[in-house]
């Protein structure tokens, strides 16, 4: 059952690499993941 409201934010040192709220959707796991790992690499 679809709820409402709420808010799914990732964030990283602070600062904020997935928002729910901006986008309206969940983001795919792998997209989480490639984010990240650039996170590391830079």
Same mark, same amino acid.
């Given at each position: 059952? !679809? ?23 969940? !983001? ?15």
């Amino acid at each position: 059952m !679809p709820a409402g409201g709420g808010c799914f934010e990732v964030t990283v040192d602070d600062e904020l690499i997935y928002s729910k709220l901006a986008t309206g959707d969940f !983001p795919d796991p792998e997209e989480i993941l490639e984010t990240l790992l650039a996170r590391l690499d830079a």
